[in-house]
């Protein structure tokens, strides 16, 4: 079974994230598949709207932790390739010229929240839970939300959010600006589909180029806010605590951290 699946009709390409027995958390491998096929839509002219879901009632725990424990431990050099894979995979969304939407169900976390924000618009379901994640194990967020949080959520709000990492519900997701709309588990996808289908009809030239200009509006690029991540998180990763916060995360007991 693939780790992803990726489905065009009438105008719409789903990408579904299908390790729901983790929560459909990243892998290296598939990061990189997935940034090869976001990638190879953004010229096709029969797709006009891009949908990121993920099977099993779960959005994306974020990166499997175990799976890339190396990134962990490979130094900087390492730290730096394997962040170059999810960050292709995060540009390749965020640069998609036409409509993106995150059809946003369960667990949407640490890197998966931030593969969310990348989308234009994001549709929940009631079952829906956000959270950075990135603090506790001693890392800085590093994809893309040093960009996309504090504009959808305010300076203080984000920041609150990347300090405790505190699990958001729908509600709440929804009242902050985090989504754009929640509905019951059992309509979800039928919502999000509708609105997939109306964008796919709509005016694409002036959908293109006004997403294009609001996007110019926040005054720095997503190229440069990763730069500022990756730099950030390679210090991080070259030290000590993410180890013990990760070792600390699997054994459910407190971390002491010691790097300043």
């Avoid at 598949?33 to 839509?41: G, I, K, N």
């Amino acid at each position: 079974m693939s780790d992803f699946t990726l489905d065009v009709a009438d105008g719409v390409a789903v990408l579904t994230l299908n390790r729901p027995t983790k929560k459909n958390a990243l892998t290296l491998p598939m990061v990189g598949d997935m940034a090869d096929a976001v990638a190879a839509l953004h010229d096709r002219d029969d797709v006009n709207v891009l949908v990121l879901t993920g099977a099993g009632g779960e959005f994306c725990a974020g990166a499997d932790l175990i799976a890339n424990a190396g990134a962990l431990q490979g130094g900087a050099d390492a730290a730096r390739t394997n962040m170059g894979t999810f960050h292709k995979l995060l540009l390749a969304v965020w640069n998609f010229p036409r409509a993106t939407l995150a059809a946003v169900a369960g667990d949407a976390v640490g890197f998966g929240m931030d593969l969310s924000l990348a989308c234009d618009v994001r549709i929940g379901a009631d079952t829906a839970r956000f959270s950075q994640g990135f603090g506790k194990i001693a890392l800085v967020p590093d994809g893309g939300s040093s960009l996309t949080l504090a504009r959808l959520v305010g300076l203080s709000k984000a920041l609150e959010l990347f300090y405790f990492s505190p699990q958001i519900t729908s509600g709440e997701a929804l009242r902050i600006g985090l989504l754009n709309q929640v509905v019951p588990a059992s309509e979800h996808e039928a919502t999000w589909r509708g609105l997939a289908a109306m964008l796919a009809t709509g005016p694409q030239k002036a959908l293109r180029l006004g997403k294009a200009n609001i996007r110019k509006g926040l005054g720095i690029t997503m190229e440069e806010a990763l730069a500022n991540e990756a730099d950030a998180q390679v210090q991080c990763l070259t030290g000590t605590d993410p180890m013990v916060g990760v070792m600390s995360w699997m054994n459910k007991t407190a971390p002491t951290f010691t790097e300043r």
